[in-house]
């Protein structure tokens, strides 16, 4: 008897191959890759998934035939649906087992609709319908050295994301830029100060304080 899995693996893809733009980060390149049936080097299948569902719902939901509403949101049936339209053997135990265990909570799952969604980090227009919040005295936020030489003249800019993204403690942001090249360096934000100076923050599902920019007068290297 045939029993359907509970893991996700990538088949061969019925489309053409979905290309990013020149200029965009390795990542979503790396990522782009495994939609059209590659893998990443030293990479659990479940991980595969996650860097997968996060392109898909941050970035490029067109890349599997998907339209999210204007709160970033799709079906869940739809999207497994789409996700083996592309190659990607998935069911709803593997998909769920992902973003139960994601470690940085990517995912929102919404039981009562069975809506999946992207915490933050989009690149496309969303409104997460996050409300203004007060932020801790201090944020962080991890980079590299090579980075910091234009972050201290320009501040921290959103680029290619709707918002900067920082972190509550200097061990998350430890974290975060353990995935960057280069030596990494941890930014102190005077939080405190830019609120009362009129600049506005958001919190996400998963913790990540947002806000559209930290300009340099407010940043210093974490001690």
């Known amino acids: 008897m045939h029993t359907a899995p509970d893991t996700c693996s990538v088949g061969t893809l019925n489309r053409a191959p979905t290309r990013i733009v020149a200029g965009q980060c390795r990542a979503r390149l790396a990522t782009a ?30 890349s599997v035939g998907l339209t999210l509403d204007g709160a970033g949101w799709v ?17 709803r135990a593997g998909l769920l087992d992902v ?45 590299t050295e090579a980075a910091w030489e234009q972050i201290e003249d320009t501040g921290l800019t959103k680029q290619a994301r709707q918002h900067v993204h920082l972190s509550p403690d200097r061990d998350t942001a430890q974290v975060v830029a353990g995935r960057r090249r280069g030596p990494v360096i941890i ?26 920019a930290v300009p340099a007068r407010y940043l210093s290297l974490a001690g």
Not at 76 to 83: C, F, G, I, M
Not at 193 to 205: C, I, K, L, P, T
Request: aromatic residues 6%; glycine residues 8%; hydrophobic residues 40%.
């Open 99 to 143: 973003v139960a265990a994601s470690s940085k909570q990517r995912f929102t799952l919404d039981p009562i609709t069975d809506r999946l969604r992207a915490a933050q980090g989009h690149s496309i227009p969303v409104d997460l319908g996050l409300e203004a919040a007060a932020p801790p005295a201090t944020l962080y936020h991890g980079t």
């Open 75 to 91: 079906d869940v049936t739809h999207l497994l649906e789409a996700l083996r339209a592309v190659g990607v053997d998935c069911d």
């Open 187 to 212: 930014l102190q934000i005077d939080a405190a100060r830019m609120a009362a100076d009129g600049h506005v923050f958001f919190v996400s599902d998963n913790g990540v304080w947002l806000t559209d």
């Open 33 to 62: 890759d495994l939609l059209e049936g590659g893998t990443l080097k030293g990479m659990s299948r479940r991980s595969e998934l996650s860097h997968r569902l996060s392109y898909v719902l941050r970035h490029d939901p067109a």
